[in-house]
């Protein structure tokens, strides 16, 4: 007997091409029914019997779109309904929206065929998409993920296109981004005195290529936003892209035209291949090969590995099919702002670094910057989740009454947005003490609050009251006349990873190792080298790396010469004097004579230690003389280390005895990349004793230290055969990016 059932899956299965895919199946079966998006995700009716719809729903399951994400589904009987066909129809959201956001996805191997097949009618076209790729975040301007709801609505389907689009047999069938030559995008290609030059798009990317060899960089426009670019190979191009961006040293990312193009270059791992070629087509971090043939001091000056990564776009597609080259792209800004998305910005603030522009005239409702990875081994380690991986946590499934707004940290910043049953940690912003900066994020928070149509009734903040996120996150507050919490940093961090792994109901104790650059303590002091323990929702404090001197602000996380004073015992910091003038040396051991601000961040570790090797003393980026300490640490192949606490007995882990050792070592004449590498092993038998010491069998990890690929692989090599088992951010960033996460796990198991 033919009764009608309805089934609903949830998830990423929103812009994913999921409504095609299950009305395509249902011809395929002589079906008759309906598909639709909805508030929850997508909808069916189907009208069969008990056992074929169940059949029904397996076959989805098993053979889903690859793009979409299913994290719940149901099936049930209703009341009868006649259906003449199995149709795609109008979105029923008559209900506040509950689904993900879809993230942007890299072209297709299909699409990449489309284009490069001159008797294909999208031959050349650069913004060719379908139901499995393009842009989806970035244009979305309201839910569902319908064309109405994007900025592509602003152009009209040509008949054919339209015919793809209603065709249940065509790859383009209710794909939303679907667009040609005819019908869609255009380029634009100017000089920055207004010359422009016409032509399609084939002929636009020939004459942008052109420019490029020739060495001029150029402003190009992606889906995600405006790319600087020029000649991988050309040194004077980078050198001039740097002095103008005003970015002396922070390596630049390379495309390359393909993968096996990049195998030729580095050396690709079998998960570093599957992170290039993903949906999310991030920038991946590669070794080198010897023979290298690009200008690699030029693009990462004193690093040994460059970040590298395939085109995103069918733009980018075209370009380097033209190139036959590595490109560098970097965010089209100026060094410390935001990624810019407009053509006005664009000129005003490019065209002192650019020669050329390359423009489209599709809205970016959300710029993004590129993500970043790495691999340490088997674990992934996320250095920037942007394009492609945010803004949805999928593994968090909310259950609560309250719309609840985290403004995270204030350097590497993001928010966490909870307006439903969904989880939405944003993409990466940086600093908020940029204007740009805070004004996209604050406009961001605008528009998911606009997206969502719901308004947050609980915000929460940084402890650290002079954070540009928790001063917003007050003002935020008392205008909407809700209720604030604040929330410790460091907690917050090693909540993060307890929510990742779903650990707050584990009654083993876990030890937390938050390591960091700084952060507002309970103590009033600054924090960065933490270990507590989390039982029982209770997260306490056990030890910490020991109190140093702050000194000069800001200043100090600039200037590594400045921490290694401050770490070196009185008695030692002579050594250092030759790295300061005499009215330098006079000031700031006066300051330390005077101060009463102290540190525990083991960033500062770092940073002293980088400086004592003569590695470096000011720094252009943060994070700098961490990356100069790794590269040198991987230079290091032997087996043999120094422990430079061995037979040490301590409580709070003495900084000063490791920084007297490492300088000892040296004028024993240890080589740099031994004294590099064996500084990452002390600090991982660290970790593994103060587990020892507080019968840790659950060591979980966060702060941006761990991003640190050879502190990561030391210590999951050294507690493998230990029975510990390590736990670190694996789906959202490890430095500050994962606080907004963080503070609202605190906020749900422990502070609620």
Sequence with gaps: MTKTFQITISGQVQGVGFRPFVCARAHQLHY????????????????????????????????????????????????????????IVSSDTNHQINVPLTPDFAICESCKTEIRDVGNRRFGYAFTTCTNCGPRYAVTTKFPFERANTTVSAFNMCSTCETEYTNPADRRFHSQTNSCADCGIQLMLHDYDGRQFNGNHLEIIKKASDIIRKGSILALKNTNGYLLCCDANKKTAIEQLREKKKRPSKPFAIIYPSIEKIKIDFQVSALEEKALTSSAAPIVILNPKENIDIEQESIAPKLNQLGVMLPSSALLTLLMDELKKPLIATSGNIHGSPIISLKADAIQKLSEVANYLLHHDLEVSFPQDDSVVCFSGEQQIILRRSRGLAPNYLNSTYSSNQKILAMGAHLKSTFCFVPNAHVYVSPYFGNLDNYDVLERYQKSIAQYEKLFETQSDVVLIDSHPQYQSSIYGREFAENRNVKLVAIQHHKAHFASVLGEHDLFESEEKILGVVWDGTGFGEDQAIWGGEFFSYQFNKIERLTHFEYIDWIAADKMAKEPRLSLISVLPEEERGIAKSKFSETEWKIYNKMLENNSLKTSSVGRLFDAVASLLNLIDKTSYEGEAAMFLESQARNYQDEIFIDFLEGVEYKNIPTKIIISNIHKAKSEGVSIAKIANSFIHTLVSVILKVAKQNSCNIIACSGGVFQNEILVQKLSQQSKNSGIKLKFNRILCSNDENISFGQLCYYQHIKN
């Design 32 to 87: 008759k029914g309906s598909v639709c998006n909805n508030e929850n995700g997508v909808l069916i009716y189907i009208n069969t019997s008990e056992e074929k719809a169940k059949a029904f729903l397996a076959a989805i399951l098993e053979n889903a779109p690859e793009v979409s994400i299913i994290q719940s589904h149901s099936l049930s009987e209703i009341s009868f309904r006649e259906f003449d066909d199995f149709n």
